[in-house]
């Protein structure tokens, strides 16, 4: 099977290079990689056009390239769902990581979606639920303020309040080694959105502590108090939450246990292609890896 990968490579979530190494491991798949403007000159030789979304939307894919699919990200936000539904009707298949935006473009151009969420890259063989000693600091976030989120509040909070804490950005490759060192990783979402900081998060044995996320398929991954713990208040409750957790290191990593095991097992790029390609009826298990 000859696929044609669609992403520009060097986007801050690296989805697509994340996709890419994954299925250039199955033997009897075919994988070339083109930009978006690689792409408009492809005359059509491939058995599937697989776009991952990289926040760039200002060419598409041509109309002829059939069968074609689209892993769509940022459907929480508001410009680039403008953007992404004046687009979708042309694919094949229409997959979304947030299960709000699915259901609203499907709702809005009556284009069948799918919900397929975020997820972690898979846990090396090598890599163990880290200990209390290898902890180095007591809260980590790594990602943006947001331009206009309340997380911008929530980060200043924390840096006022406490002083043991690692907030800025890492390469894809490195977010383990910085998450594995934490004792809590704290998320604020924007706009709703179920992000991958929380499966990246769980899955390097990090507690995760998030703002509560309605609906959107939330409780359908993830129980409150077993995999993660959720906050509705971030002036009194966040502190509460981060100070009990800071002080409770045996109830902290029982649950961080919990959530890396599930993430490991569940939850990781490799489960979601599976879902991907079984929806649109191939089977990547019958693949060799």
Not at 18 to 44: D, V
Not at 68 to 83: Q, R
Request: proline content about 3%.
């Amino acid at each position: 099977m000859r696929i044609a990968l669609i992403y520009n490579r060097g986007q801050r979530t690296a989805l697509g290079e994340r996709c890419q190494k994954i299925l250039e491991g199955y033997s009897n798949l075919e994988i070339l990689q083109f930009n978006m403007e690689e792409i408009q000159k492809i005359s059509g030789r491939f058995d599937l056009y697989f776009r991952i979304d990289d926040g760039d939307y200002t060419q598409d894919l041509p109309s002829h390239l059939k069968p074609s699919c689209w892993w769509i990200a940022d459907t929480h936000l508001p410009k680039c769902y403008k953007k992404i539904k004046s687009k979708v009707k042309k694919y094949d298949f229409i997959f979304c990581a947030q299960k709000e935006g699915a259901e609203r473009l499907f709702r809005e151009t009556h284009k069948r979606t799918y919900w397929v969420p975020w997820a972690a890259d898979e846990v090396p063989s090598d890599f163990q639920f880290p200990c209390e000693e290898e902890k180095k600091w007591d809260i980590c976030f790594i990602g943006t303020p947001g331009k206009y989120s309340l997380r911008k509040v929530v980060l200043e909070i924390l840096r006022i309040n406490y002083h043991n804490i690692y907030f800025g950005k890492a390469p894809y490759t490195e977010l383990r080694n910085y998450y594995s060192k934490a004792r809590i990783v704290v998320n604020y979402p924007i706009n709703n959105d179920i992000n991958a900081r929380i499966f990246e998060a769980m899955s390097s044995g990090s507690l995760v502590i998030t703002y509560r996320i309605k609906d959107n398929g939330f409780e359908e991954l993830f129980k409150e108090g077993k995999h993660l713990i959720v906050f509705d208040d971030i002036f009194i409750e966040m502190r509460e939450k981060v100070d009990y957790y800071l002080s409770n290191p045996e109830e902290r990593n029982r649950i961080a246990k919990e959530g890396f095991e599930y993430v490991r097992s569940k939850h990781t790029y490799r489960h979601r292609l599976k879902e991907i390609f079984k929806l649109m009826g191939y089977n990547l298990e019958n693949s060799e890896n």
